[in-house]
DNA sequence: TGCATATACATAATATTCTTATGTATCTTT
DNA sequence: AAAGATACATAAGAATATTATGTATATGCA
């Protein structure tokens, strides 16, 4: 039994398909799962997603046109994976510039300050 | 009629509690109007803060013991004041504390930059 | 070799949290 | 005098997540 700091669920929400469409952004394709354990290593475990989440989603993504689908073979099990289609970068490129001008605004009203990373 | 450029839903359901918390971490006392117009200043109409969302929550940190009220005369009308107990402030540090770290996450995942720091 | 864990999909029941709508009432500005 | 602002509250409904469950294959290890 560990201790694992995730962020309270509430916060989580709002941001599931932003985060969704800019890795589909930078990565061609991606099926479910490999959505999951991205997120999970990017986030060192801070960040959980959910399959009954993500699935529901990603099927909304697809009903929107915002990705479409190619099922792959992989021995005799099946993988389903997600390409963002033109409209879909454009939806991906909207909801990141939202979220950053999201993050701004609360950085004012949480009166909380940026600082300058040196790297 | 004016075109008011919001955030979506989404976004900003679950910081609700964390705007809110902070804003009475700050300000010693404030009733419930008052909160909806501060956000709504602060962030030039970005944030709009509904009645139906508030009050609950209110209603709700009061429950938990989060804060206590003070029903105030203004003239035949009824203004109810809320202040932050000391668990209350304790939870709103945490809660800054927390959205501060889900924001330096996020850039990581999201690759924005710069980094907040919470002092 | 067998059992646990990981991979990989999916959906249903439930919970949470918000929007929208409605209700009451007073005060202020035009 | 009417419209809009101030000030509270709650209920119905929508959206989005959690938790639980189901199916099935693949892998690691004891």
């Known amino acids: 039994m560990y201790l694992c700091v995730m962020y309270s669920s509430e916060l989580v929400k ?4 932003t985060i969704v469409l800019k890795l589909l952004s930078e990565t061609e394709k991606m099926y479910g799962y490999e ?4 997120v999970k290593e990017l986030t060192d475990s801070k960040i959980v997603i959910t399959e009954g989440a993500l699935y529901p989603l990603l099927h ?3 009903a929107e046109g915002v ?7 992989i ?10 289609t033109q409209a879909g970068n454009e939806r991906a490129k909207e909801k990141l510039y939202e979220f950053a001008d999201f993050i701004n605004t609360m950085n004012i009203l949480l ?3 940026p600082t300058i990373k040196y790297v």
Do not use: W
């Open 35 to 38: 959505i999951t354990q991205k």
């Open 60 to 62: 909304q993504l697809e």
């Open 67 to 73: 990705v479409t689908t190619e099922i792959v073979n």
């Open 75 to 84: 021995g005799k099990r099946v993988r389903k994976y997600y390409t963002l």
């Open 111 to 113: 009166d909380l300050k």
């Open 14 to 17: 709002g941001t599931l398909k």
